[in-house]
Structures are given as C-alpha cells and as structure tokens.
C-alpha cells in the first residue's frame, strides 16, 4: 500500500490518498504518521480516500480493533471528522465496521462513496471553504481519476 498525507493547517484539512492494497501493518503505519504530520492542528477533518485502493484482503477484525484504540488515542485530546470515500464495496463495508468500532467519543467517522462534495459537506465547511478545498484535493488527486471523471460527463 502507498499512503500520501496532504495538509492544509489553515482549514485543518487532511487529504489522505491510498492506492495498492491494504493490510493492518499498512494501516497502522498511516495512522501514527498522520498523527506525527498532523500535530499542530487544533482539530482534524479528514478525507481519507481509498478510491484508488485495490483490495483491502490484508486487514484482520484482530488488526482494526487495534487501530480504533490508535484512533481514540489521536481524538482524545481534540475533536476529530474522518470521511472515508471508497467506491468498493467491499472496502466500503470494512469501513464501515471500523465507523461503528469507533463510533463516539472525540471521534467520528462516516463513509462515502464517490462524493467528496458530500464529504466536505459533513465535515462542517461552507461553500468558499469547500470549494478551496475541493481544488486543494484536485493537486492530489491522480490524473487517471481526473480523466475518468471527465469522460463520464455527458456531452
């Protein structure tokens, strides 16, 4: 799995993009890096985007039990939103376990599929604020998934 951290401290907005495949060590490995990268920010809004992700086959029940107790230690101290955007049916599901795990608390987390107008939307920003963003994920997003939307578009 490749993981890449974007942050935008003045919105506190991170942009997570993960492509490959997925297994609890990849997994634990991208949350204590975002907590290492996201310190600083008073309160975190996250978009996780597994769009891209092939195949998350390497995660156990055992191994995501593990990062929700990761992720309740990152919220302890300040509020965090966490939207997952996955496409995948499968992925959605495994995500959606994990949402419920960890539903409470500082910690909140809902999943998408391939909307991140909507994403952005739950996360609380107005429209300036979600259309800064929205070209802050554009930089980040790959040039296959940009291609892809501009094909579906109708004529």
Known sequence: ????????????????????TL?????????????????????????????????????????????SELERVRSTDRDVLLAVLTSDRMIKMVAEIFANVNDGGNLRINVYGDDDEEALCWLGYEDTDRATLKRFIGRHTSRQRQSQRQSQRPV
């Open 23 to 67: 297994s609890d060590e990849d997994l634990r490995l991208m949350v204590l890096a975002f907590q290492i990268e996201s310190k600083g920010l008073e309160y975190v809004r996250e978009i996780i985007d597994m769009r891209d992700l092939r195949s998350a086959a390497g995660l156990t029940v055992e191994g995501l039990l593990r990062m």
């Open 1 to 20: 799995m490749a993981f890449k951290i974007h942050i935008n401290h003045e919105l506190n907005f991170a942009y997570t993009k993960v492509t490959g």
